[in-house]
């Protein structure tokens, strides 16, 4: 990989980052497997390793977690970003517009005077809780 | 959102899609919600929902539904992404480079020489399984 | 743990491993840990930690991989069952009951003769999708 | 079903709800799809659905839901276990069996005096964190 380049959030774009990732596959000839039922499974693979860090201990905890082994739980972050990038790549998906698709149709689910504060939309119980 | 402005992975950066959905949760007044912990689940949860669309089909048939689904399955999988962004939004982590330097390390783990066409590595059983 | 008897499905009842699960957890003070929340999580968990074992191979070959390492493949699965009685423990939920009251739901849901060999149901795309 | 059975977890074994299921999904014509890949994916599933009614809640919170929602909360708890059993069935697994086998062994790796009140082991960050 071009180590030379820095990469960050402001200057990469999703396309880069998808390239560099379908690089490391493509050299391991690991195409094949990456069939979407596959990688869907991958994804909440990662995505329960990311969680493991945060099972036992409180939301405010979780905080400190996140802090103190910053890197580590990056590094599991990016693990389910990998397997989502790579999805994307197996089904030629354009994450962006997608992404903006998706949320200018939850801008219309949940009205910013109706959803302000309120978690009901999350839980799906109690539809109308408010905030505390 | 500024609808004018045509999203897609080439030109848009990580950064953009962060701040887009920011603002999403901050109207919203959820950011209280989206402690680490939280995020965490809500990320394997929005994974299982995608998971969901390939459970009792092949991995060849998994490509059918994701190319005549296309739509539906895009937004699945760009929930997960979504919670992938309010995670590195709520914990201030630089999806790029981390995402950089885990790819550097696998370099390293899964060496072009050996990692080529196995898929030992994936299953975790068998470390040296071949590609038949 | 009593040692002596044998345990085996067919002789023990869903109380027994209850209350044995139950036993551990109380003598290691873990109880203030298992809130419904935290223990919904280590399912999730658990169950992508038995997921990971075919992760990038086919169905078939799945059950290769159960048989020749059944141990490592049933220590998981009671890993999930683990937590499942947990939860019941925690909340009070007497399993049986319900999940047969769950069953003759279901039974209601997928007529025999609608369900036979579909599997639209599952996939949640295509309900009248019939088997090939 | 016989339901005037009064099934409880007193009084029912584990191979009762091991054949309760597997008539279920006979009668349907269903066990090809319960390949141990695919019933893997399906407990992830499902253990996400249980998970997402306590997304957003605090831990004390959770117990709430439990309780005013004690038969949603019950049934999604046994869609889990009803995997679970099915998984059982499809690779012929004696739960019982490698369950107490299973608890044995964490009996060996966490000695209750070094355990007890610890929740290092959970985490795996900090593994000698105590309880405060």
Known sequence: MDTKKNFNDKETTIQELKDIIKKFVVEREWTEYHTPKNLSMSIAIEAAELMEKFQFVTSEESFEIAQKHKQEVAHELVDVLGYVLNFA?????????????????????YPIEVAKGSYGKYTKIGANARKK
Chains 1, 2, 3, 4 share one sequence.
Do not use: G, M, Q
């Open 89 to 109: 790549n197996a089904c030629n998906i354009d994450l962006s517009s997608y992404c903006v698709e998706k949320i200018t149709l939850n801008e219309k689910k």
